[in-house]
């Protein structure tokens, strides 16, 4: 009866959450105080996989619930995003009877990288794919290999691996195991034989700690590394991204199956080969999956296309306090050839909590918008004039960056007559406010 009553419960606040456009998690959350061990005292089903890392588990998520459903499985998976245990226990009780058994083929799980530990006590996936580890949230996460143990915790004997083999920090998790799959890939166009971003997280070896190599840089940390000294590096790949012509927008994956980006970013195709890495496993055919990720556009507002004015832009949600997440939409803004103006928004540095901190603006890499591609470069939000104090210390012109701690002012300066594409590069906490001002498409 208790499990009865407490997935009763869990259903009606769920559907009274849709109605009022709330209620992904507080459902989870009041079932665990009804009781704490629901999740061990429901039946799932005999595929569970489970997506974690700092950045890219929403759109990775998505990707695959797509692909296999369009293949015919019957997917529960957390839509919302809400990826804490309180998020996944609405998850399996939705999408469960009044007697315990989750109705689906296959349960596909977002976790929270701080929190998979509580989520994974109970539940164990049978795969588990880690996308990557990064500096994200220090006011929160602190150090990248503080998380590395926190999701360390959550990994259980009997769960196959699915890891990004180009992040060495990710890598170490397969260490010693032999259920491994690895995904990542082969030296790109794109590539650099120097690192380019502002710090280096790749500097030592993650095992040994002495310095470690690179034949080559796809961004950032990312690529092929070695250590001299104790022999730690890159494994061979089961699943490989085999050329990448982000010009042209498209990728190519095991040297046969052509994908075209809707989104040209590096940082979109690791996910991409990840949900393409899992869809595999499952026994999806790779023509099928590549034909069902050609110019798929992600419905989790991350990537959001607008009109203002007579103008159209490209809203790029990018996380605060994740310098490597900004990064990638610089890159994308810089290399439009047609010419943009770019709007960066830091009116709130979190909607989770409350931090002041924007120390993390000094990692990420301005100066790539210095350059012909990039016309004006608009700066909004309380934050400014930290903003402004950055780009001093770039090499771009004074004249081509104009600030408004309103956002609203900043919108109608955007609104004043000029042409070019916009891209607005901003977080979960602001992109609201400037929506508010601009035309979905």
């Not at 977002?110 to 049978?126: G, H, K, L, N």
């Not at 899992?278 to 590549?290: C, E, F, L, S, T």
């Amino acid at each position: 009866m208790k499990v009865f009553f407490t997935i009763l419960i869990c259903k009606l606040l769920r559907f009274v959450g849709k109605l009022i456009g709330k209620g992904s998690s507080l459902p989870g959350q009041i079932a665990l105080k009804l009781c704490p061990d629901i999740l061990s005292r429901v039946q799932l089903p005999s595929h569970i996989i489970a997506v974690t890392g700092s950045n890219g588990k929403t759109s990775t998520v998505e990707m695959i619930a797509h692909i296999l459903r369009g293949s015919g499985k019957k997917i529960a998976w957390n839509r919302e995003g809400s990826n804490q245990i309180e998020g996944v226990t609405t998850l399996v009780l939705s999408n469960a009877t009044l007697g315990g058994k989750v109705k689906c083929d296959i349960l596909l799980i977002e976790s929270d990288e701080r929190f998979a530990r509580y989520t994974f006590r109970y539940i164990r996936p049978t795969h588990y794919v880690i996308t990557n580890l990064y500096r994200d949230q220090l006011t929160r996460n602190g150090h990248p290999e503080w998380v590395y143990d926190a999701i360390a915790d959550s990994i259980h004997d009997g769960t196959r691996l699915i890891l990004n083999a180009d992040d060495p920090l990710v890598s170490c998790f397969g260490n010693g195991r032999s259920d491994v799959i690895w995904f990542g890939a082969d030296k790109l166009s794109s590539d650099t034989e120097t690192l380019e971003s502002v710090y280096n997280d790749g500097a030592y070896c993650p095992v040994c700690k002495k310095p470690m190599t690179y034949s080559t840089y796809h961004y950032n940390h990312i690529g092929h590394y070695a250590c001299t000294s104790c022999g730690y590096k890159r494994h061979d790949t089961a699943y490989t991204i085999t050329s990448v012509d982000l010009d042209g927008g498209e990728m190519e994956i095991d040297g046969r199956y052509r994908i075209s980006l809707a989104l040209k970013s590096l940082y979109n195709i690791y996910n991409i080969l990840a949900a393409y890495t899992v869809a595999r496993i499952v026994g999806i055919d790779g023509a099928k999956i590549a034909a069902d990720m050609n110019d798929y556009v992600l419905k989790n507002g991350r990537v959001i296309t607008f009109g203002l004015g007579s103008r159209r832009g490209t809203l790029l949600t990018s996380k605060h306090e994740n310098s490597i997440s900004y990064d990638q939409s610089l890159r994308v803004a810089s290399a439009y050839r047609e010419g943009c103006d770019v709007l960066i928004i830091v009116d709130a540095v979190s909607r989770k909590y409350f931090t002041s901190d924007v120390s993390w603006l000094w990692d990420i890499d301005f100066e790539m918008l210095n350059n012909e591609n990039v016309r004006e470069i608009v700066l909004a939000g309380t934050y400014v004039n930290d903003l402004a104090l950055r780009f001093e210390h770039t090499d771009i012109p004074a004249e081509r960056i104009h600030c408004f701690a309103d956002i609203n002012e900043a919108v109608d300066y955007l609104d004043s007559g000029r042409k070019e594409y916009i891209y607005a590069i901003t977080c979960f906490s602001d992109k609201g406010k400037f929506l508010a001002r601009v035309k979905g498409e």
